[in-house]
């Protein structure tokens, strides 16, 4: 099976899961569906959102499905109004707006610690910055506590060192977190399967969407049934703004609905714990909360099938697979990106900089002298084409 | 077509030249020397640099970053600066970073100083310095914000919106990239948190614009009541808003959030408009 077929099915692979994440819900629920005359009472109005609750593996948290990522966020009233809602899981870092993210989350959630779940990061490089971090975390935050605290975008074991989890295990005991987390935007298919096996991690959060390979769900999968918590960002594959992201795919993700499928794809995992995508406004939490309680179906997967067939021939991830595997030497992720900074955000300068400053050799190379090019993006990028009109372009 | 393909290579070597102009040096300040190479991202790679916090930067219209590490007897700068197209977003981006509990420092449009770090922004410029490892750096940090304020180009004026807004009682101002109050249609504008209440500021693209607006406005507060503000104006009452008074002047929409009992949001939405032209 080729790698691109491959990512297909991991997209289609949502068709077989609702048996089973409808299974979870069921054993997952909110801890008022313990029993049937606990559970929660019908809607009264058809607006009303019915959420689903899950367990944050061993840690035995129960939180909604869908949480809030409050990076982006600038006015706190949608945050409180969230909460109001019965969103109980919110995440922040320190780092975000140089720290006034989390005094803008504590003050929207000033009078409601108690009912919700509060994640915060470290980025602190080593034991003693990262406990002066926890300090302000929670002094801004108007806490004595947050309930995970996460190391903050880590792609590789030994990103996670003894003296960061000795910082987590000391904040532990002195009761200023619950449960240590780990954060990480890519590296997942070596340190998901570490982070598994450490006894110290409690909870991990993580990229997660419908454009990534197949080993995402192999590597979550490892990692919950060793009774880690799953909390999944990036789930609109960076749809408004992130990796990738353009304008014009924004404002086209959005006109099809894409966001919210994409959304309910990952929902539909029942390894997920909870999801934290970014929310600015009444509208984007409004339909974050109808996509959460509606079921992944034939049009949701249309619509992702579409948008990956449309990115897939230009979309350079980044990844690096492709180091090394060209016959003449040509670093394809650089010159890829090189056209990217040229086509994508109209810096042609820029680019054709970036692309004159590789050794000479690659800047005479031609692609379209080559033939059967033996780069096999596993993201399905035609790279031999891609290649040949960056060469062209630059010229 | 050849003419259309010179000036897009005009285009870009301008646009080549403004990257390479706010580039910082370490020789900027005499006695450091760099350590390691010249760092560049764009808004497709920014997330090499800081996976995880890309997307603040994102949200207010960065466009390239170029950064260069820094050392002097065993302490390191790590100095940054990037490009957010237009001053309003630049300053925007300082205004969502720097910490509204420590004084400002003047220079350039607006600067701060503290203890291990520095920001600064200057015409579409916005720098920052993180200073290591642990100690009080402030006297290097004026050294450096000085040296790198001379060698970005534009304007020190800060955006004339800021001074549309009452400086009493003013806790924080700032730009909302989007979604002013938590709403949508409210896309972009300047906001000023105050002791009680909040004011804010959208620019619309024209008249006709900011009234359609104000439709969508009135559609979604139930029950709100005209007031003589501005061009037209009303007052109403929400849930997560509390008392609102908001009202167009020309293009412009703007009004009060959030206010405390007892406070006149007539009286303040009127003193706003008066002050925006």
């Not at chain 2, 310095?129 to 009080?136: L, M, S, T, V």
Request: charged letters at 20%; aromatic letters at 8%; glycine letters at 10%.
């Amino acid at each position: 099976m080729n790698r691109e077929s491959s990512r297909r099915n991991f997209l289609a692979a949502g068709l077989v899961l609702p048996a089973v994440a409808s299974a979870s819900r069921t054993s997952g629920q909110s801890p008022q569906a313990a029993t049937p005359l606990s559970q929660p009472a019908p809607p009264t109005k058809s607006s009303a959102p019915v959420f689903q609750y899950r367990t944050l593996g061993k840690t035995g948290l129960k939180v909604t499905s869908l949480g809030f990522g409050c990076m982006i966020t600038s006015d706190g009233s949608v945050i409180t109004r969230a909460a109001d809602m019965g969103i109980t899981y919110f995440d922040t870092a320190r780092s975000y707006s140089g720290g006034n993210n989390e005094r803008m989350v504590g003050a929207a959630l000033k009078g409601k610690r108690n009912q919700i779940t509060l994640s915060t990061k470290t980025e602190g490089r080593d034991k003693e910055e990262a406990l002066q971090q926890i300090d302000k975390s929670l002094s801004e935050l108007g806490t004595d506590h947050v309930d995970i605290w996460y190391l903050h975008a880590k792609s590789k074991p030994e990103d996670v060192t003894d003296e960061l989890i000795e910082a987590q295990q000391i904040a532990k005991k002195a009761g200023k977190i619950r449960f240590a987390g780990v954060s990480t935007h890519s590296g997942q298919k070596e340190l998901l399967p570490w982070l598994a096996k450490n006894p110290n991690v409690d909870v991990i959060l993580t990229t997660y969407n419908f454009t990534m390979e197949p080993f995402m769900n192999d590597v979550i999968a490892e990692a919950a049934q060793a009774g880690k918590g799953i909390v999944c960002m990036k789930v609109m594959a960076g749809g408004t703004r992130g990796r990738g992201a353009s304008p014009a795919i924004s404002e086209k993700l959005h006109r099809d609905g894409a966001l919210t499928s994409a959304l309910k794809w990952v929902l539909r995992n029942p390894q997920i714990g909870t999801t934290v995508p970014s929310m600015t406004d009444m509208d984007q939490l409004d339909a974050n909360l109808k996509a959460m309680t509606q079921p992944f179906a034939a049009p949701d997967e249309k619509i992702l099938a579409m948008h990956l067939e449309r990115i897939t021939p230009f979309y350079c991830r980044l990844c690096g697979e492709c180091a090394g595997q060209c016959r003449q030497g040509l670093p394809v992720q650089d010159v890829l990106r090189f056209a990217t900074y040229a086509e994508g955000y109209g810096q042609f300068a820029l680019g054709r900089e970036r692309y004159l400053e590789l050794h000479p050799s690659h800047v005479q190379a031609k692609c379209g002298d080559c033939p059967n090019c033996t780069v096999n993006c596993p993201y399905g990028v035609k790279v031999a084409r891609e290649m040949a009109r960056a060469q062209e372009m630059f010229a | 077509m050849m003419r259309a393909a010179a000036v897009a290579l005009a285009c870009g070597l301008a646009l080549s030249l403004a990257a390479s102009a706010a580039a910082p040096t370490c020789n900027l300040v005499p006695g450091w020397t760099a350590q390691g190479k010249v760092r560049s991202y764009t808004q497709d790679n920014l997330f090499e640099y800081m996976d995880g916090n890309a997307e603040g930067y994102l949200l207010y219209g960065f466009q390239t970053m170029e950064g260069v590490t820094c050392e002097k007897g065993g302490a390191t700068l790590v100095i940054d600066i990037s490009d957010f197209g237009d001053s309003d977003s630049a300053y925007g981006m300082f205004s969502a970073t720097h910490d509204p509990g420590q004084p400002m420092v003047k220079i350039g449009m607006g600067g701060q100083i503290v203890p291990r770090r520095a920001l600064l922004v200057k015409g579409k410029y916005y720098a920052e310095i993180a200073a290591n490892p642990e100690g009080d750096y402030s006297s290097t940090l004026r050294e450096w914000t000085a040296a790198i304020e001379k060698t970005l180009d534009g304007s020190s004026d800060p955006p004339a919106a800021l001074a549309w807004f009452p400086a009493e009682k003013q806790q924080t101002l700032r730009l909302v990239p989007e979604s002013v109050l938590g709403i949508g249609i409210l896309k972009r504008g300047y906001v000023a948190q105050y002791e009680a209440g909040k004011a804010f500021v959208v620019e619309e693209e024209s008249v006709a614009s900011a009234t359609a607006l104000m439709g969508k406005l009135r559609a979604r507060f139930a029950g709100s009541s005209p007031a003589a503000v501005g061009d037209d104006g009303f007052q109403a009452t929400d849930q997560y808003l509390g008392k609102l008074c908001i009202f167009r002047k020309g293009k412009y929409v703007a009004g009060y959030g959030n206010l405390a009992d007892g406070q006149d949001g007539i009286a303040l939405a009127t003193a706003l408009a008066a002050r925006i032209r």
